[in-house]
């Protein structure tokens, strides 16, 4: 006789994009984890207000200690991936209890940043300096 399986908390999956950092986060019920690449926030994030950018989601909507949040993010920097965290967790918030989307939408966590480093222009240094110009 084979053993019963018992079965595993559902997870539920939001993405979230910044400049050129994604992130695939899944949350389900717990005790408050919260992992980046299978790093805690405050390791994986150096800076404080990278940090609270990522957890920003979860203080809004009042989840900080019930939720677990496991994220796997790549691309970017640490700047656009901390901000592709935050939209990706609100996301997942949304399916997981969507009476809290006008909390989250008041807060602006719920629009995705469309801000991209401009291109280099050609002939030019960068994207907007130019060479220096001499009118005599």
Not at 78 to 103: C, D, H, Y
Not at 123 to 128: D, E, F, L, W
């Amino acid at each position: 006789m084979a053993a019963k399986k018992t079965a595993a908390p559902a997870f539920i999956w939001g993405t979230g994009r910044r400049k050129n950092g994604i992130a695939r986060v899944r949350i389900r019920e717990g005790a408050g984890a919260f992992l980046i690449n299978n790093r805690e926030v405050e390791d994986y994030f150096p800076r404080p207000i990278w940090a609270s950018k990522a957890k920003e989601a979860l203080a809004v909507a009042g989840l900080e200690g019930k939720i677990d949040v496991f994220v796997n993010a790549h691309g970017g920097g640490l700047t656009g991936q901390s901000g592709a965290v935050s939209l990706g967790l609100a996301r997942a918030i949304i399916k997981f209890n969507p009476e809290l989307r006008p909390v989250l939408k008041k807060a602006g966590l719920l629009r995705r940043d469309p801000r991209m480093v401009e291109r280099k222009k050609v002939g030019q240094p960068k994207a907007r300096a130019n060479k220096q110009f001499s009118k005599r």
